[in-house]
């Protein structure tokens, strides 16, 4: 399931997921190759992890024309582009657009796929023509041939088997249920999701907190649809949890651990404020520090190592336990600030094209060392940057990773591209290993000790990563 969930407002879903920030523009194109071409795909005027710095425009018509645009924007800004066999794009791609005619009961006897050599043009010229044949047969209704076009050009991008590849109208959109779950992630369903899936946390002012719902609460159904089944998540009720709107009022049965109490309430979507991340830092018993670090947005670093040395001005620490459940990665240079608390000197990752060429990452040794015992609490929310932080904890003896294992969703720098729908296609330019040269992507790091979070422990207010931490930090 490639549903983009985040059912929660603030910074750190926006960048969840997006790999580190910098600035990469697409190559010159050479004129001769390109002369039949779409513009090509815009990079950002932001780049990852840093406050947009406008409105996104309206969403417009999904057309050939954007299929095309995002197809020459692989081959020029994905990692793989430059030995990318385009067969491997258009045949799923065409796949997709024939099971969507399927579904809605459109199928064409002409909708066969065309003959395809492996050149780039003029297969995406075949392509086209097959495309814009079945596109004139379809009936005159706006939102069908819509859904025709986002079928195909997500059947292409998912066709790189990439959790860093990604297009997405949704994106542009805020979505206003101001709930986040268990298992449910901005890439999808977690694969391995387990039940019961609950509540692990409620947006301040939205209709969720209305409604009466709390952290730990367990969801039973959504409008009387049982949320997982068997095992499965029911991708229907994702897209009710996804779209949510005021006009459209969801219904929610959930079971509360603490009171053992089944319920049933509404929840109306409204606007709420957004909610600014930010570090969370607190006194622990035995003078541990506590520092929750919800993403690695612009300025973290410095505000969680300003708020430790606030801490140490009144007493002497014997610990630090940073709290990384949920932190859905950001910013490069905020990551390798971070990690320059910790060591120097050492390489903490290495990033890798497509020929596995490769580059070493360092943390940022300006950084004062800090020279305290660290634990390092984790979750299958902790991700790319976040996995990147984990992974170079773990092999470089650098602390203690207590939780669960992370969440696998690591890349080189990645950056969202404009296309002419308003759109976005997201692409890494290169792949991310670890500082011993494991394989964390799909993988995620695992921790040393095990503690999950689960639904009995939010109800009741217990949090076992940080007992399991202060145990080991004292």
């Given at each position: 399931?490639?549903?983009?969930?985040?059912i929660?407002?603030?910074?750190?879903?926006?960048?969840?997921?997006?790999?580190?920030?910098?600035?990469?523009?697409?190559?010159?194109?050479?004129?001769?190759?390109?002369?039949?071409?779409?513009?090509?795909?815009?990079?950002?005027?932001?780049?990852?992890?840093?406050?947009?710095?406008?409105?996104p425009?309206?969403?417009?018509?999904?057309?050939?024309?954007?299929?095309?645009?995002?197809?020459?924007?692989?081959?020029?800004?994905?990692?793989?582009?430059?030995v990318l066999?385009?067969?491997?794009?258009?045949?799923?791609?065409?796949?997709?657009?024939?099971?969507?005619?399927?579904?809605?009961?459109?199928?064409?006897?002409?909708?066969t796929?065309p003959?395809?050599?492996?050149?780039?043009?003029?297969?995406?010229?075949?392509?086209?023509?097959?495309?814009?044949?079945?596109a004139?047969?379809l009936?005159?209704?706006?939102?069908?041939?819509?859904?025709v076009?986002?079928a195909?050009?997500?059947?292409?991008?998912?066709?790189?088997?990439d959790?860093h590849?990604?297009?997405?109208?949704?994106?542009?959109?805020?979505?206003l249920?101001?709930?986040?779950?268990?298992?449910?992630?901005?890439?999808?369903?977690?694969?391995?999701?387990?039940?019961p899936i609950?509540?692990?946390?409620?947006?301040?002012?939205s209709?969720?907190?209305?409604?009466?719902?709390?952290?730990g609460?367990?969801?039973?159904?959504?409008?009387?649809?049982?949320?997982?089944?068997?095992?499965?998540v029911?991708?229907?009720?994702?897209?009710?949890?996804?779209?949510?709107?005021?006009?459209?009022?969801?219904?929610?049965?959930?079971?509360?651990?603490?009171?053992?109490k089944?319920f049933?309430?509404?929840?109306?979507?409204?606007?709420f404020?957004?909610?600014?991340?930010?570090?969370?830092?607190?006194?622990?018993?035995?003078?541990?520090?506590?520092?929750a670090?919800?993403?690695?947005?612009?300025?973290?670093?410095?505000?969680a190592?300003?708020?430790?040395?606030g801490?140490?001005?009144?007493?002497?620490?014997?610990?630090?336990?940073?709290?990384?459940r949920?932190?859905?990665?950001?910013?490069?240079?905020?990551?390798?600030?971070?990690?320059?608390?910790?060591?120097?000197?050492?390489?903490?990752?290495?990033?890798?094209?497509?020929r596995?060429?490769?580059?070493?990452?360092?943390?940022?040794?300006?950084?004062?060392?800090?020279?305290?015992?660290?634990?390092?609490l984790?979750?299958?929310n902790?991700?790319?940057?976040?996995?990147?932080?984990?992974?170079?904890?773990?092999?470089?003896?650098?602390?203690?990773?207590?939780?669960?294992?992370?969440?696998g969703?690591?890349?080189?720098?990645?950056?969202?591209?404009?296309?002419?729908?308003?759109?976005?296609?997201?692409?890494?330019?290169?792949?991310?290993?670890?500082?011993?040269?494991?394989?964390?992507?799909?993988?995620?790091?695992?921790?040393?000790?095990?503690?999950?979070?689960?639904?009995?422990?939010?109800?009741?207010?217990?949090?076992?990563?940080?007992?399991?931490?202060?145990?080991?930090?004292?």
């Amino acid at each position: 399931m490639k549903n983009k969930l985040w059912i929660a407002a603030g910074v750190v879903a926006s960048v969840a997921l997006t790999g580190y920030a910098a600035t990469f523009m697409s190559p010159p194109a050479n004129s001769a190759e390109t002369s039949s071409r779409p513009p090509a795909c815009a990079a950002p005027t932001s780049p990852v992890g840093e406050p947009a710095t406008s409105q996104p425009a309206p969403l417009k018509p999904t057309t050939i024309t954007t299929i095309e645009q995002a197809y020459y924007c692989v081959f020029d800004n994905y990692y793989g582009g430059s030995v990318l066999d385009d067969r491997t794009l258009l045949v799923p791609a065409f796949a997709a657009l024939t099971q969507e005619l399927q579904r809605r009961g459109l199928d064409q006897s002409q909708a066969t796929t065309p003959a395809l050599t492996g050149r780039k043009d003029a297969d995406w010229a075949a392509f086209s023509r097959a495309y814009q044949k079945i596109a004139a047969k379809l009936p005159e209704d706006t939102a069908l041939r819509q859904a025709v076009a986002e079928a195909t050009l997500q059947g292409m991008v998912a066709a790189l088997d990439d959790n860093h590849a990604n297009w997405s109208r949704l994106a542009q959109q805020r979505s206003l249920l101001g709930l986040k779950f268990s298992g449910l992630r901005p890439d999808g369903t977690d694969p391995a999701i387990t039940a019961p899936i609950f509540v692990t946390a409620v947006a301040q002012g939205s209709g969720a907190e209305s409604a009466g719902i709390k952290s730990g609460d367990e969801v039973i159904a959504v409008n009387g649809v049982p949320l997982m089944l068997n095992g499965k998540v029911s991708d229907g009720v994702v897209d009710w949890l996804t779209t949510a709107s005021p006009e459209h009022p969801l219904q929610f049965t959930l079971r509360r651990p603490a009171t053992d109490k089944t319920f049933t309430t509404t929840v109306t979507p409204v606007a709420f404020p957004q909610q600014a991340p930010k570090v969370e830092t607190k006194l622990l018993p035995g003078d541990i520090a506590y520092v929750a670090i919800p993403g690695f947005y612009p300025g973290v670093a410095d505000e969680a190592l300003n708020a430790i040395a606030g801490l140490r001005k009144n007493t002497t620490l014997r610990g630090i336990i940073l709290d990384l459940r949920g932190n859905g990665g950001g910013s490069g240079a905020e990551l390798a600030r971070l990690l320059g608390a910790f060591v120097h000197g050492k390489t903490t990752s290495y990033w890798c094209d497509v020929r596995d060429q490769c580059t070493a990452n360092h943390a940022d040794d300006t950084v004062p060392l800090l020279k305290l015992p660290l634990v390092a609490l984790t979750d299958r929310n902790c991700a790319s940057a976040c996995d990147s932080f984990a992974s170079a904890v773990k092999d470089l003896h650098l602390g203690t990773l207590v939780g669960t294992r992370t969440a696998g969703l690591v890349s080189g720098p990645t950056l969202p591209y404009l296309l002419d729908d308003n759109s976005e296609l997201t692409l890494p330019s290169l792949h991310e290993i670890g500082a011993n040269r494991e394989i964390i992507n799909t993988v995620g790091v695992a921790p040393d000790y095990v503690a999950p979070m689960t639904a009995a422990d939010l109800s009741a207010g217990r949090d076992p990563g940080v007992a399991k931490a202060l145990t080991l930090l004292r």
